[in-house]
């Protein structure tokens, strides 16, 4: 069923453990109280070079005045820049209810989780159960602010219990085996080798635990290791880790039920903690069975493996395929074979704004273009839509919504938004919505995304090297005073005509034209009035000649004209149409001088295979007649 009510999420990484859980508990509270989500995600801080200059375009897609609250995982964007951006925009352009989910520096209403407290209560485990007394703690240096407060609990249980750490106890280290054995090394420097380690997380806990092992520990019989986060790695191995729950579905479900009373105007506290727990397992001592045998994981491991591959196989094939796309409609029509392979997905819409490849004014200035049409700041173009593995028609709407109604109607979806772009350039963005709303996001997605910006950026590029590249031909073929063609120009096409004429065994004619007394303008009235003169009469023959004619001017007065397949009658009408060109302009001009011209033409026999020599011989005969005439009409003037 359709539901108008919106919550907006805004949140960096999606494909992460942290942020799909957050936000599946947000989508399915959110549709408990009626509401569906819309996610805003971006991939910021990560080193892609020039495709990640343009992240912050993220900031455009939101429509405030659809959302009914927003939530903004703050503490999910490396990038302090887009941050703040998004902080200024909340602040600037969002009217309605604000949660922040994070643990620090919060402006607004948050909710929190707190998974530091837990390493009091498993330090006191490992004193209190198990009667360790040389505990150490292996913190981390790439995330310091975090384990330093995890720290502070771990010293607080030791001295809760009168033991006090020894000056080899702690250890700050990195995400490397070498550090881990370091750490190791380091620990054993007390005067009795430790009792057990206290790690920041799993990672540090898994490195550590395979350096031990490695030197020879068992563990947890010589060394009790512990981490946080609740990995599926660590509970897994043998001994399953001992850890700290992530309760990051939990977190979300949190974050909408405090943005429920903001939104009926309750109050609310400033900060909402969800508190992780402390969970239990094998490598601090604790004997207890395992529910579901590691093979199933060594199982999910080697598939995902073999997925990764493939996506990697498959992201580098659909590059090497776009590469040879050169029409935005033949790129999606095979982009939809790329989407119908995407796990899980049920809705796939490409959206473009209607300038997504305009070009720049400089560019239309510099190339004398005018644009057709300005396209409106307002249309956005739904140029590929699939909605469960069926494709439909192609539509534009207006940037008041993200998609059309008819797509949000009868719909329940949590659709995820992704903005597409490259450096600043703007294209549009993608919706993707999952089967039974389980968010499915995986990295290779990310790859795709890459290409398929990539491509947008390359046709829009080839829009204005096309312009360019039409631009400069103009200005080698092109005579720049009248706009036909010039001699490079007419010797490029003769050949052309010259072949089809051979083909169709059509007759050729080939026409003179020289403009009278240019001489006599120029040196009366000026060159300016000479030129304009000549472009009178280039006028003339383009409002007369038929699209496969080719008109050229060579030098100062003189105009060239070959024609196929026309009959003398035809050769006279044209001429016939020239004058009478020229003389309306004379009638409404108020010019001083008449402009007038002479002409000649000769026509080769029906059927004929003519050479450029043949037609060098043609304007010769009808240079002759243009000469001819030439000299009536000097006589014409003297009497």
Known sequence: MYHNKKIGIFISHIMGFYQKNVCQGIIDKALEYGYTAEIFASMDGENLGDYSLGE????????????????????????????????????????????????????????????????????????????????????????????????????????????????????????????????????????????????????????????AISAGYHIPEDLAITGCDHSEEGQNLTPSLTTVSFPVYELGEASVEKLMKLIHEENVPAITVVHAQMVLENSCGCSLTKETPAIYFEQKL????????????????????????????????????????????????????????????????????????????????????????????????TKRSLLPEHIYRQSDSAYLYFPLFFKNKTFGYIALAYENN?????????????????????????????????????????????????????????????????????????????????????????????????QVIGHALSSVTRSTDICARFSSDEFYLLTMDYTKEDADELLTRVYKYLDNYNKISHKEYKISASDGYAQSTPGASLSKEDVKALFSKADEHMYQQKQIFHQDLDK
């Not at 036909?484 to 072949?499: A, D, F, I, S, V």
Request: hydrophobic share 35%.
């Open 56 to 211: 912050e375009s993220i900031l455009t897609l939101p429509n405030f005045d659809d959302l009914s609250g927003v939530i903004f995982a703050s503490e999910t964007y490396p990038n302090e820049q887009l941050k703040d951006q998004i902080y200024s925009l909340l602040k600037e352009k969002c009217h309605c209810p604000i949660i922040e989910i994070a643990v620090y520096k919060q402006q607004f209403p948050s909710v929190s989780l707190e998974n530091n407290h837990p390493f009091f209560d498993i330090t006191e485990h490992l004193i209190t159960e198990h009667h360790y007394k040389n505990i150490c703690y292996f913190g981390c240096a790439d995330e310091s602010f975090f384990s330093d407060a995890r720290e502070k609990f771990y010293r607080d249980a030791l001295k809760k219990h009168g033991i006090a750490p020894h000056a080899h106890s702690i250890y700050t280290g990195t995400y490397t085996a070498q550090s881990a054995a370091e750490a190791l090394r380091f620990f054993e420097e007390n005067e009795t080798k430790p009792d057990a380690v206290v790690c920041y997380n799993d990672k540090l806990a898994l490195l550590l635990m395979t350096a």
């Open 302 to 397: 080697t598939s995902q493996i073999a997925s990764l591959e493939s996506s990697i196989l498959s992201s580098m094939k659909m590059s090497a395929e776009f590469q040879n796309i050169a029409d935005i409609d033949e790129a999606m029509d095979l982009l939809e074979n790329y989407v119908h392979s995407i796990p899980n997905c049920s809705e796939f819409y490409l959206c473009l704004y209607a300038n997504w490849d305009s070009v720049s004014q400089h560019i239309l200035e510099l190339t004398e273009n005018e644009m057709d049409f300005e396209p409106s700041q307002d249309e956005i173009i739904l140029k590929l839509s699939l909605r469960d593995g069926k494709r439909l028609p192609e539509c534009s709407f």
């Open 438 to 534: 389980r968010i499915d996001y995986h990295f290779q997605l990310v790859h795709w995304f890459m290409n398929i910006n990539q491509l947008l950026k390359r046709l829009s590029d080839a829009k204005r090297t096309s312009i360019l590249v039409s631009h400069l031909e103009d200005i080698y073929t092109k005579d720049a005073l009248t706009g036909l063609y010039n001699k490079h120009g007419y010797l490029h096409r003769e050949t052309l005509l010259l072949q089809e004429a051979a083909e169709n065994q059509s007759t050729v004619t080939c026409f003179l034209f020289d403009l009278n007394r240019l001489k006599y303008i120029n040196d009366h009235y000026g060159h300016n009035e000479g030129d304009f003169a000549i």
